[in-house]
Structure formats: C-alpha cells, structure tokens
C-alpha cells in the first residue's frame, strides 16, 4: 500500500461549480498536511498546509484534516478556468534529522467556462 | 520572494552523456534543497536531501554514482546525471527550504528540468 493515495482523475466541471479533491493516508507520522498547484511543465506552487486535525480556510480554498481516518480534502468554491491544473496532496514526515515530503499523484482538474 | 530556478529548462541529450541540472534560491538562502523525479502521469519522488557544505542524502533505490548532487553554496545545488540512459527521461524538480522559524519551514520549487535522452 502506497504511503499517499490520490485518485488522479481527471476531473472535469463547469465554472462555479464546488470542487472536492481527496486523499487518505496510512502512515500516522505525517506531521503536516499540503496542498500543491502544478501547472503543466511547471513545479509545484503550495496553497495551503495544515497540521491539526479540522478546517483551514484561505479565500475560496478549504482544506480538510481527518487524522483519525487519515484523511484530508480540497474544497474550491466558485471554481474558476484559471484554477485548471493539477492538484498534488502531500504529506511531512520527519526523516534521519531531516523532513520528506510524500506527494500523491495529483488530480488533473479542468474547469470550463 | 523565496524564487527557486532551475536552468536549463529542458534538454536532450544522447544515450551515455552526462547531464548537469542546475537549482538557484534568487532571494535567499539555503542550506537544504531536494531534488524530486517526476514521471508522467506519477507522483514527485524525493530522490536525495542536498545539505550545504556536506554530502547528500539519497532515498533508498537512487544511485548516488549516477546521480551526483552538489551543494557548494546557500544558493545552489547541481544536479549531475552521469552516463544518461533513455529510462532516466523524465521531469527533474528542485526545491529550497526556506528556515523561518515557523513550525513549518516551506519548500518552494523550482519550474522544473525535462530531461530527454536518446
């Protein structure tokens, strides 16, 4: 079993529409909680990162921890075709003195106007 | 601020060549930058820690005689693939950590390095 689970998709939904992306987890020495934005050929952009268990708000992002079903979600309000990309969950352990970031695969999502 | 590049952008190369990938921090420094392969349609994948001033860290399964990394100052790491074959092709991706003092210390990445070997 994988460390870090993302359905890849893709995901296709119409502008304003609510987008929910998931991933669940199986090792509980994840400390932090991110979520990233690639563009195509692009690197990862963080949008957010979250520790404790609960909600995190930023603008039209909220970001979901359910630590006891090793869980987290991506919810994007209002989605708009400018946030059509990919969207990488990842995961911070600590590691020999230094930390390593786990990523999932990342959903492909696609926003129509 | 907290810009990471990475030059060149893509490359291609033939089959037993070697290739050097480069990662800047522009705007600060860093004493730890991480190099991650990214095969399509797949995951980032750390593939070693880059530690200013000492060696490497390579995850289980990466060859550090053909992945070399060097880290000669706070603002770079090189990436060297040694002896290139074609299933080396992928996306090359570098990131910088930047110590803030928060509980949580950001890695920004670079645009990434497509590599094509022939």
């Known amino acids: 079993q994988k460390e870090v689970e993302q359905d890849p998709g893709p995901l296709s939904v119409p502008e304003g529409a609510i987008v929910s992306l998931n991933c669940t987890y199986s090792?509980?020495?994840?400390?932090?909680f991110m979520w990233y934005r690639q563009y195509s050929r692009k690197g990862p952009e963080l949008l957010m990162y979250?520790?404790?268990?609960g909600n995190k708000e930023d603008g039209r992002f909220t970001a979901q921890v359910d630590k006891s079903s090793k869980y987290i979600s991506l919810f994007i309000r209002d989605s708009q075709p400018s946030d059509s990309a990919t969207y990488l969950c990842?995961?911070?352990?600590?590691?020999?003195?230094?930390?390593?970031?786990?990523f999932g695969k990342g959903t492909k999502l696609t926003v129509n106007p | 601020g907290a810009v990471v590049s990475q030059h060149p952008s893509w490359v291609i190369c033939k089959s037993g060549t070697s290739v050097k990938i480069e990662c800047r921090s522009l705007?600060?420094?860093?004493?730890?930058m991480f190099w991650y392969r990214q095969f399509p349609k797949q995951s980032l994948m750390l593939m070693a820690t880059?530690?200013?001033?000492?060696?490497?860290?390579?995850e289980q399964g990466v060859e550090k005689d053909k992945f070399l990394i060097n880290h000669a100052s706070l603002t770079l790491s090189t990436l060297t693939v040694t002896s290139a074959h074609p299933e080396d092709s992928s996306f090359y991706i570098c990131?910088?950590?930047?110590?803030?003092?928060?509980?949580?210390?950001?890695?920004?990445f670079g645009p990434g390095t497509r590599l094509t070997v022939l």
């Open positions: 990131s910088a950590r930047v110590t803030s003092g928060r509980a949580y210390n950001e890695q920004f």
């Open positions: 090792n509980s020495a994840f400390q932090y």
């Open positions: 979250t520790y404790s268990s």
């Open positions: 990842a995961m911070l352990k600590a590691q020999g003195g230094s930390e390593k970031l786990v």
């Open positions: 705007d600060f420094q860093a004493t730890t």
């Open positions: 880059s530690n200013e001033g000492s060696k490497a860290t390579y």
